[in-house]
């Protein structure tokens, strides 16, 4: 079993999720034309959901399989 993560390493990794998400956005997510218009801004909602979900609640998503 996994030792639970600390809170200030949990809140690093939302930092860094939150600044590569912006990122992200701003070069590749809506109204940019990134991904031949196939909605890369919703795709990109829908990882950081998971990601985020992943940080918060320590899920081990590989694991699941």
């Not at 940080?55 to 699941?64: A, E, M, R």
């Given at each position: 079993?996994?030792?639970?993560?600390?809170?200030?390493?949990?809140?690093?990794?939302?930092?860094?999720?939150?600044?590569?998400?912006?990122?992200?956005?701003?070069?590749?997510?809506?109204?940019?034309?990134?991904?031949?218009?196939?909605?890369c801004?919703?795709?990109?909602?829908?990882?950081?959901?998971?990601?985020?979900?992943?940080?918060?609640?320590?899920?081990?998503?590989?694991?699941?399989?």
């Open positions: 079993m996994r030792d639970r993560q600390g809170c200030l390493w949990g809140l690093l990794q939302l930092f860094l999720l939150d600044k590569l998400f912006d990122w992200l956005q701003g070069n590749v997510g809506y109204r940019r034309g990134g991904c031949a218009g196939l909605g801004g919703a795709i990109l909602m829908v990882i950081f959901l998971v990601l985020a979900v992943g940080i918060i609640c320590n899920t081990d998503w590989f694991s699941l399989f």
